[in-house]
């Protein structure tokens, strides 16, 4: 690459964000290169090695938000509602007890999400809130604080109810789960082609000013831009900071690091056979916090997730330890699944610098995320699931929106000057 490389916008991170918002800007004609560290793009969109529309990272699209619905269906692809077949059953698993979802213990389960729309007055964080209702620590109280951590991937200890609240209030549809058929390689795949992209190209500093951007990557090369698109994950922004030079302005590097990163694990199982009821969920009290499964065309998988503080318990077992407890949940609810019937186990924890799970806002942190989406002297835009509104944050669908948000600012930035020129 010649040390005086030049273009309109540099993009830096090639998940689904950098891939979108790549693909975006050269259907409008603007010229633009996508740096990634990786030796492979998708980010937190990571498959299975071994089936590769079992999904290690984000599994669903939740909801039917515009951007991540126009995208699939401009690349064609297919969305498999989930649960599959109309399989509907969820259980609760605690101790020798199990609950089905029509039992008063299911209700209760859900209950904390609904008492959140009550929420008034200062922020507080999710578990103060939780005390101030009354939701026990035990019992079903135990399973719905449990889901608001792993849905959020977040310490309910600092987890914001006001943002907790704005996102369930603004999330529209969420309950609707789907799956790109054959997983969101087929995504990955379609949108690559269609950008000019550096694999393995860390960038180290950033050096801007009100006319023009320079990157520098590890390798000590320099690119120059009109505009930087920044769509990192938000760990490594708040570690990236004094990268920067100048530094960012005050507002923008507050609002970085006032906002928080979750943790998540996830297993994939999969299985020769499948001798259990059709669920489509069940939480348990154990290291793996709810199984579901999933019958794809290469055969059947049964998926594990935890995430938030449970992710700690997960992260100290074995695979051997964790297809025990598959094992004994999948006896729990009247099924069969034997060590014999196991063909392979893959699993990845998201809790360490540059593999986290997702953005979440906690106490006191409430409009850092808009702060975040505002672009830095015309010159220096963030993009991602952190910057986007209640509701989406998190998601891949938030990823996308804000990826459309910035194409649609450069394409209207470049229009202009285009238009000033000529005239
Ligand atoms: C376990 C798990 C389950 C999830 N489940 C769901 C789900 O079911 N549904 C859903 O909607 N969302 C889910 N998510 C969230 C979803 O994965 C993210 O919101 C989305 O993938 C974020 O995409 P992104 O492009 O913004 O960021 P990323 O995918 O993190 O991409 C950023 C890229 O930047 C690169 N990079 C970092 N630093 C540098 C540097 N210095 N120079 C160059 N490149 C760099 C990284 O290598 C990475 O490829 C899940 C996430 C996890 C971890």
New binding site residues.
């Given amino acids: 690459m010649p040390a005086d490389f030049q273009t309109d916008v540099l993009i ?7 891939l979108t918002l790549s693909y975006r800007l050269r259907q409008k004609s603007i010229a633009c290169l996508l ?4 030796k492979h793009v998708g ?3 990571a498959h299975a090695k071994t089936r590769s529309a079992c999904e290690l ?6 909801g039917s938000h515009r951007a991540i619905t126009a995208l699939v269906k401009e690349a064609n692809l297919e969305m498999d509602d989930y649960p599959m077949d109309g399989g509907e059953g969820r259980f609760f698993c605690i101790g020798e007890r199990i609950y089905n979802q029509s039992s008063a213990f299911a209700k209760q389960v859900e209950h904390l999400y609904e008492l959140l729309h009550t929420h008034r007055g200062y922020d507080v964080s999710v578990d103060q809130f939780a005390r101030k209702v009354g939701v026990s620590e035990d019992g079903a109280g135990f399973f719905a604080r449990a889901r608001v951590a792993r849905l959020e991937g977040a310490s309910l200890a600092d987890l914001s109810a006001s943002s907790l609240q704005s996102a369930i209030t603004n999330a529209g549809n969420a309950d609707r789960n789907a799956r790109i058929k054959g997983g969101f390689i087929k995504l990955i795949n379609w949108l690559s082609p269609n950008c000019t992209l550096l694999l393995g ?3 180290t500093r950033i050096f801007w000013s009100e006319d023009r951007v320079c990157v520098q990557t590890a390798d000590g090369s320099r690119l120059t831009c009109a505009k930087l698109v920044l ?3 938000l760990d ?1 922004l708040q570690a990236s900071l004094q990268m920067f030079k100048p530094l960012l302005p005050h507002r923008s590097s507050k609002a970085i690091s006032s906002l928080r990163m979750g943790v ?1 694990a ?1 297993i994939v199982i999969h299985v020769k056979r499948v001798s259990w009821i059709n669920f489509s969920a069940f939480a348990t009290d154990g290291p793996v916090e709810v199984w579901w499964n999933y019958r794809h065309d290469h055969g059947n998988a049964l998926v594990g997730f935890t995430a938030g503080p449970g992710t700690a318990k997960f992260e100290k077992c074995s695979m051997a330890e964790l297809s025990d407890q598959a094992i004994t949940d999948i006896r729990r609810i009247g099924g069969q699944l034997s060590r014999s019937d196991i063909i392979n186990v893959e699993s990845v924890v ?1 809790n360490r610098l ?1 593999r986290m ?2 953005s979440y806002v906690p106490v006191h942190a409430l409009g850092c995320r808009s702060i975040l989406a505002e672009p830095i002297g015309d010159r220096i835009y963030i993009a ?2 952190a910057t986007v509104p209640a509701g989406l944050a ?6 996308v929106e804000s990826a459309d948000r910035v194409a649609a600012a450069i394409s209207r930035d470049f229009e202009t000057r285009l238009s000033v020129f000529s005239e």
Avoid: C, N, Q, S
């Avoid at 991170?13 to 950098?18: R, S, V």
């Fill in positions: 830096i991170g090639a998940g689904i964000t950098g740096l990634e560290e990786r980010g937190r969109l990272g984000a599994e669903f699209i939740h190209t860390k960038v769509t990192v994950p490594i998540a996830k998201w540059g799970a997702y991602g699931e998190g998601t891949i669908a938030g990823a």
